[in-house]
């Protein structure tokens, strides 16, 4: 019976280990099988021209940070000033990737809180985002002159972020001034 006991506490302790580390927020957890590779072949149509699209081989030429984001996001509305703030210093183009949303509600969130993007495509059905392997908004990629996908963020942005790992990764892309 005291074995039983020791044994079941033993297995709880486990268990409540897990699910504790399990609340950690681990960056590592979701790794992106892109990075060192060509950014998927990616064609979307304007947020603000849906007749018109959006071919991601035009991009090449000059890095640009692909921030995926939707109006339904409550955590892309915490980023979003620091998406601003960056787009603003000019060091990188910011393509905003608008993720199954409805654009009338994307355009009053702009409207709302800003626009700070390059070009913004748009993914109703989030069809082009399974070819990226995005789990969710906000996710940042970081993609070189070249094409190549250089870094990836899950989660929001911030300043840390942004100071620690962003402009590293793009220095070494060779967009940063």
């Known amino acids: 019976m005291v074995i039983g006991m020791l044994c079941l506490l033993a297995v709880f302790a486990l268990l409540l280990v897990s699910v504790q580390r399990s609340d950690r927020p681990d960056r590592q957890a979701l790794p992106s099988t892109l990075i060192g590779r ?38 892309c509305q915490v980023e979003h000033p620091v998406v601003s703030a960056l787009a603003r210093t000019g060091k990188v183009r910011v393509i905003g990737y608008d993720l199954k949303d409805e654009p009338a ?25 399974l070819d990226w392997g995005i789990y969710g908004a906000p996710e940042t990629f970081l993609i070189d002159a070249a094409g190549i996908v250089r870094w990836k963020h899950v989660g929001p942005l911030d300043q840390a972020v942004i100071e620690a ?13």
């Open 38 to 75: 060509p950014a998927p072949a990616t064609v979307l149509p304007l947020l603000h021209q849906p007749d018109r699209t959006l071919d991601f081989a035009t991009l090449r030429g000059r890095p640009y940070l692909l921030n995926v984001w939707g109006s339904w996001c409550p955590e």
């Open 105 to 129: 509600d994307a355009l009053r969130w702009l409207d709302q809180f800003g626009d700070p993007y390059d070009t913004i495509v748009s993914d109703v059905e989030g069809r082009a985002s």
């Open 165 to 177: 790992e962003l402009l590293p990764a793009l220095a070494k892309a060779g967009g940063a001034r």
